[in-house]
DNA sequence: ACAAATAAGAGAGCACCGCTCTTGATTTGG
DNA sequence: CCAAATCAAGAGCGGTGCTCTCTTATTTGT
């Protein structure tokens, strides 16, 4: 019957949730270093011999942490800028900006784990690269929507990098212009270092009203980006 | 006399610095979350124990070579900053930027270390502050020079960032005019954005030639902080 | 329908970890 | 010179990730 096939097989997506479930908690609790395979077994109520059916290792686990936070990010984002509606570029780009701010501050473990130190000489898993681009695809979207609808501000670029802009055009987006790719993916990789520093405290006694602050450093990006305010 | 009381006393500044260097080998080799006291113990011939009369815990061991970390990096930005000579503030900054980029590269654990996710809850000790402060008073004194001598670019803040880069400036340059120090904060932390994607991989298959990326990039912060080049 | 294959849990065990406490030797300062 | 401080060493506690074996329950193929 095909209940007596899924017996297992139920019973194996539940486990395997219930794990990542409280993987999840402690790791939002006490941070991935103090994430124990054990304590969670205990939690569950099995032995920890037993986790090792469902993930290999505990590397294993975390990845699928990882994946499911990149995937918890990119839909916090994505949502974000369906609710600010048909505004101007500037304004979607600020919003998705906030989106993630707003996302970290709420999950700083989970954070920390995808863009923290994933120790610096681990490449991500294949697996993970769909889920972790979701932010970055998105804002290409945004780009791509101004460049359309309003067209946006071009500057220059200098000539040791027309090569490379050519190329991370062609790869992400070849409807728009290199100049305005090589700002935007600059943009994306400084929205994470304002995150970051608020985050991991380097803002401390420095940066009181970080809300403030970071709205004007999100528009400053977008304007970088060449997006414009109405 | 003088040498008897110097032995134990000078006994015990080698013996911390010798488990300082072997600490940081296995930091530079491992990562941080590698680092074992038994290791290191083991390394110098020495038993686990007596190394608590040096480091009463492995987090104060890691807080020292935090601290080595943010000096090495701080030195290397200064004397980029003076190998430059006397060009154009926008050159300086770029110089300093590119410098602690290399420092990156070359210490990526180092850097993981101290820019990395040093656990969200937790917050740097005092001792900490002055060795971190460096880059930053370094990027401070550019603008400082840029603006004394020739100016620097200055756009207009959104009133409800005005009373916090008054604060700001306040504490940290009274001298400079706020958007400046607003804008100067700001691209602190966008830089080490840029160096923390390239060094964590989030730039793997997005960005090839990551000298020219990062150059440019760089310039642009200075440019947003209203640095000219020549 | 039943035997064989498979999946899952339990338990013991290995090698490691951070850290504490006690013990005995050595250096130091009054 | 002798008491006090310092330090290396050892044993030990509770924890970790992970492996291996054994038993039991389910699934599968004939």
């Not at 997506?13 to 205990?42: F, H, M, P």
Request: charged letters at 20%.
């Amino acid at each position: 019957m095909s209940t007596t096939r899924g017996v297992r097989a139920r019973a194996r997506v539940e486990v395997t949730a219930a794990i990542k479930d409280e993987a999840r908690r402690q790791l939002a609790a006490d941070g991935a270093a103090k994430l124990s395979l054990r304590a969670v077994a205990r939690e569950l109520g099995m032995v920890s011999s037993a986790l090792y059916r469902y993930f290999p290792s505990r590397d294993d686990l975390l990845t699928a942490l990882i994946i499911d936070a990149y995937d918890s990010l990119g839909e916090a984002a994505e949502v974000a800028d369906d609710r600010v509606g048909d505004v101007a570029p500037g304004q979607r780009w600020v919003a998705v900006c906030e989106a993630v701010r707003d996302w970290a501050l709420a999950h700083p473990h989970e954070y920390a784990l995808i863009y923290g130190s994933p120790v610096p000489g681990y490449s991500a898993p294949e697996a993970t690269i769909p889920s972790a681009s979701r932010v970055g695809l998105l804002l290409i979207g945004i780009v791509r929507d101004a460049y359309q609808q309003r067209g946006v501000a071009r500057t220059p670029l200098p000539a040791e990098l027309e090569p490379e802009a050519q190329r991370m055009a062609a790869d992400l987006a070849p409807d728009l212009p290199p100049e305005v790719i090589a700002a935007m993916v600059a943009a994306w990789a400084q929205l994470y270092g304002l995150v970051g520093f608020e985050l991991f405290g380097q803002f401390n006694n420095v940066v009181m009203d970080r809300e403030a602050f970071f709205r004007h450093a999100a528009a400053q990006l977008a304007h970088g980006v060449g997006l414009v305010f109405p």
